[in-house]
């Protein structure tokens, strides 16, 4: 049986977690940032977008493949 491609989405940090709450903190660790302008390529699952809108405020979506 062949793998469906899956599909990434590419997130960047524009935002500082300095004064944010530590759960916000965790999630942006959890998502491979923990600098600014710093990009990270995750698998679009429901989970990983859970996590970005939680964090929305302190994230982008670069690009959505």
Same mark, same amino acid.
């Given at each position: 049986?062949?793998?469906?491609?899956?599909?990434?989405?590419?997130?960047?940090?524009?935002?500082?977690?300095? @004064?944010?709450?530590?759960?916000?903190?965790? %999630? &942006?660790?959890? &998502?491979? &940032?923990?600098?600014?302008?710093?990009?990270? %390529? &995750?698998?679009? %699952?429901?989970?990983?977008?859970?996590?970005?809108?939680?964090?929305?405020?302190?994230? @982008?979506?670069?690009?959505?493949?």
């Amino acid at each position: 049986m062949a793998k469906a491609e899956s599909t990434t989405v590419v997130v960047e940090q524009i935002g500082s977690p300095i @004064r944010r709450e530590a759960s916000q903190r965790q %999630t &942006l660790i959890g &998502l491979g &940032l923990n600098k600014l302008r710093r990009q990270s %390529t &995750l698998v679009d %699952t429901p989970a990983v977008r859970g996590m970005i809108d939680k964090v929305r405020h302190l994230v @982008r979506v670069v690009d959505g493949k």
